[in-house]
């Protein structure tokens, strides 16, 4: 089974600062990657998927890349409402698989 | 605008059998290609994927929990009902329902989730 990990576990960036964040898979999953956004007590909601084509609604300050095991979620300048959980996951094999997430706080 | 509603107990006892009920609008199972699935959070962790029902009833499960989790559907009532037998603390988490694409595996959107802590 495919193996999904996130790194860092936590990111402390200051409001319009650029933030990286990277997902990476134990193998190959094309480019069937997924990101989420999760707040505190919130449902995760759909940012990215195919790697790289933002959701509906999703602001272009989001942008994903990459494709086979390494990907990555960019957030250009970080907006107050951006301080949240990124959660990447995977849809190439079966089951669909989640990373263990990116904490984005407030540095 | 497409929605899912998750419902259930909040509270079960160890050993008890766990049923929640997922209600959608905004489409139909009816329609190729449509699929639900529920997906579980445990306080403070990570996503783990569940199970999938899809439009022409097609049903599929974590193989971790395959032997506890039932999935199941009434496409007259926009319905998606999952059970869970034999619940244990671990158990205790938010559960999802969210609609997926069979062509598109990813998951949007999603209900709000519903606690379910599991305690005697």
């Known amino acids: 089974e495919i193996v999904m990990t996130q790194s860092p576990a936590t990111l402390s960036v200051s409001p319009g600062e650029r933030a990286t964040l990277s997902c990476r898979a134990s193998q190959s999953v094309s480019s069937n990657l997924a990101w989420y956004q999760q707040k505190p007590g919130q449902a995760p909601r759909l940012l990215i998927y195919?790697?790289?084509t933002r959701a509906t609604g999703i602001p272009a300050r989001f942008s994903g890349s990459g494709s086979g095991t390494e990907f990555t979620l960019t957030i250009s300048s970080l907006q107050s409402e951006d301080f949240a959980v990124y959660y990447c996951?995977?849809?190439?094999?079966?089951?669909?698989?989640f990373g263990p997430g990116t904490k984005v706080d407030i540095k | 605008q497409v929605t899912l509603r998750e419902s259930g107990p909040a509270l079960v006892k160890p050993t008890q059998t766990l049923t929640l009920t997922c209600t959608f609008s905004g489409f139909s199972l009816s329609t190729s290609g449509m699929c639900v699935s529920w997906i579980r959070q445990p306080p403070g962790k990570a996503l783990e994927w569940l199970a999938r029902?899809?439009?022409?009833?097609?049903?599929y499960y974590s193989t971790s929990l395959k032997t506890r989790l039932t999935i199941s559907k009434d496409t007259s009532k926009n319905q998606v009902v999952l059970t869970m037998t034999n619940m244990d603390p671990v158990d205790t988490a938010t559960y999802y329902c969210a609609r997926i694409n069979a062509y598109f595996n990813w998951f949007d959107p999603w209900g709000q989730g519903t606690l379910v802590t599991v305690s005697s």
């Open positions: 029902i899809d439009w022409d009833d097609d049903k």
């Open positions: 195919g790697a790289s």
């Open positions: 996951q995977q849809y190439n094999n079966w089951p669909p698989l």
